[in-house]
């Protein structure tokens, strides 16, 4: 039992390693000016889903950036995320005319589907949940996305429908 841990141990730290040194890859595109804060978390955000805090203290280093101003800027913005989503995010819009037209129905059964919560991720990966305030889409209101997919005048069926078609993908 021991020789496993020790195993685990080993394989967390060459992934700790691999993602250090492809951090540093992205980061050796950009000059040291602080000014290329948003760029970098940007790039590491498509490469990785969410922002590592691995990543979080090479770009420290690299910018000479306090850690918590690299954390002020990510949880700024909400298209940074510090915690992994699944491979389908699933988001449901808040804003005020999809929630006039239902929204909030909406996101109530996608939790009791996921039996997840906002801000979360199903165990196994596959999907995520988030709310957002509005997706730019009112004319389709309520709203719903998944990844980049949108899916306008939504009903709770028609997310039943959604989330049954990507549960059989893979």
Known sequence: MRENMSEEKKCSNCMEQKLRQEV???LEQYTTSKDNLIQILNEIQEKYGYIPKEAQLEISDYLKIPMAEIYGVITFYSRFTLKPKGKYNVSVCLGTACFVKGSQAILDRLKS?????????????????????????????????????????ATVKKLDEVLDEYMKKD
């Not at 589907?113 to 995520?128: A, M, P, V, Y």
């Not at 949940?129 to 730019?136: E, F, K, L, M, Y």
């Open 24 to 26: 540093r890859e992205i």
């Open 113 to 153: 589907r996921l039996n997840i919560q906002e801000g979360e991720t199903t165990k196994d990966g596959k999907f995520s949940i988030d709310a957002t305030r509005c997706v730019g889409a009112c004319g389709l209101a309520p709203v719903f996305t998944v990844n980049d997919e949108v899916y306008g005048k």
